[in-house]
């Protein structure tokens, strides 16, 4: 089965916590805190793989987590690093952040990308030590793993896309030129998955030519297979637009080739730029009339003509000439820009992002702080000095002044996360 749009959720590793432990050897007095720093959460990593050719594995399985870092260990230990997670995809793939349809990578060579990166270690108590603070109890959490939805497109790598209407030759064609064996039958949708073939000829460089099924009146909107396989038109370096000159089912090419054109700019405005070669195919079954007529409506639009049958090879060669000397002239095959880190802040950071809301509901002032919650985990209420620095920090970071301002009294409740505790002046 050939699948080549998916949605799943994949989630970095979250980082280690900060170890809480002190040193502890015979003749050694107050060794003092040696937590070591939490392991840092492992990456999921995208890299394309040459031997699949469809997203088909990720319809079964749709959910992807890393591992998580280990916490702190005593003696100054950092806590191992959780492994990165390595998802292989068919080159091609366009990787999307689902709810945005922003471009997060385009997996289009070798080269690894990370997707979700994992989240940093939490500093061990050994980094809390001061002269006035000699033994914290107390330590930092890991930071979480970035998380995303992603919605995976398949666009094929092919220098060269067929298209038309359904039966009038495509796969012929790339059976003839390439090594490329389609299902061949007389009548419609035959080809009911993209083909691709290597054509190479004479020496010169070879060049992958794509058949793309199911394009008919209505495509753009779904009829047909046009709408699920109109995608992989997009990164073609050439357009080899085919009809039926014959109008052999009853059809006028002249409308057909209208139809189709008409079809790919409501899908994508900008694939009518794209250079397109216009081939007529079934010349023994056409008239010269049917034949001239055609190609002087084709020469006035602008476009190289070529008349052939495809079964026999008949005029083939000079085709291939021109498709050849347009590939030399024409850009690489089409890599799509990222733009979702250029325009949103995925990577959350407390340093950046310190804002306090409060507000009072039966009494009792609720404070709304999200990096705060990472630092909740990290205290322990029934040490003094890890209290202390709690308190120190609501007072550094605003939250004091951000109660104040809400008309807080001596004696009224705060709630801080599901912590509640009366406030003293």
């Known amino acids: 089965m050939f699948v080549d749009k998916v949605k799943i959720f994949v989630k970095a590793g979250n980082g280690g916590d900060g170890g809480v432990s002190f040193h502890r050897e015979k003749y050694v007095a107050a060794g003092g805190p040696d937590g070591g720093d939490g392991g840092k959460g492992g990456d ?12 088909i ?24 690093s959780g492994k990165d997670l390595l998802i292989k995809v068919p080159k091609g793939t366009v990787v999307r952040e689902a709810q945005s349809g922003k471009i997060i990578a385009d997996i289009s060579n070798d080269s690894k990308k990370i997707i979700a ?31 995303y939805e992603l919605l995976l497109e398949l666009k094929l790598l092919a220098d060269v896309g067929v298209i038309g209407y359904p039966n009038v030759g495509k796969s012929t064609l790339i059976s003839v030129i390439s090594k490329a064996k389609p299902e061949i ?10 083909v691709l073939g290597v054509v190479q000829n004479d020496g010169r ?19 047909g297979l046009g709408h699920q396989f109109l995608r992989h038109i997009e990164r073609c370096r050439l357009l080899l637009h085919m009809v039926d000159v014959s109008g052999s089912e009853g059809r006028d090419p002249i409308k057909d080739f209208e139809t189709i054109n008409k079809e790919l700019y409501n899908f994508n405005k900008e694939l009518t730029n794209q250079k397109m070669i216009v081939v007529a195919n079934k010349c023994d079954l056409a008239t010269d009339d049917q034949i001239e007529n055609f190609e002087k409506y084709i020469r006035d639009k602008g476009f190289d003509f070529f008349p052939i049958m495809a079964p026999i090879n008949y005029q083939v060669e000079p085709m291939l000439d021109k498709i050849y000397e347009e590939l030399s002239k024409l850009p690489p095959i089409k890599r799509f820009d990222e733009d979702f880190f250029k325009t949103e802040e995925v990577f959350y950071d407390d340093k950046k992002d310190q804002t306090v809301s409060v507000r009072k509901e039966n009494d009792i002032y609720y404070v709304d702080a999200p990096w705060l919650k990472r630092i909740l ?40 996360y599901e912590l509640e505790f009366d406030f003293i002046n």
Request: proline share 3%; glycine share 12%; net charge neutral.
């Open 44 to 55: 999921v990593v995208f890299i394309a793989d040459d031997n699949l050719s469809t997203l």
């Open 57 to 80: 594995d990720f319809r079964y399985k749709k959910k992807y987590k890393a591992e998580n870092g280990e916490n702190g260990k005593k003696g100054r230990c950092t806590g191992k």
């Open 117 to 147: 990166k994992g989240g940093n270690g939490g500093w061990g108590n050994q980094h809390f030590a001061s002269s006035t603070r000699q033994a914290p109890r107390f330590s930092k959490s890991g930071f979480e793993g970035e998380s």
């Open 185 to 194: 039958a007389n009548y419609h949708f035959t080809t009911i998955t993209p």
């Open 205 to 223: 460089n070879p060049f992958v030519i794509a058949d793309i099924p199911g394009l008919i009146e209505g495509a753009s909107d779904g009829l």
């Open 377 to 416: 985990k990290t205290i322990d209420f029934d040490d003094f000095e890890s209290l202390q620095y709690f308190q120190k920090l609501m007072q550094k970071k605003g939250i004091i002044d951000a109660l104040y301002n809400a008309g807080i009294q001596e004696g009224d409740t705060v709630n801080i």
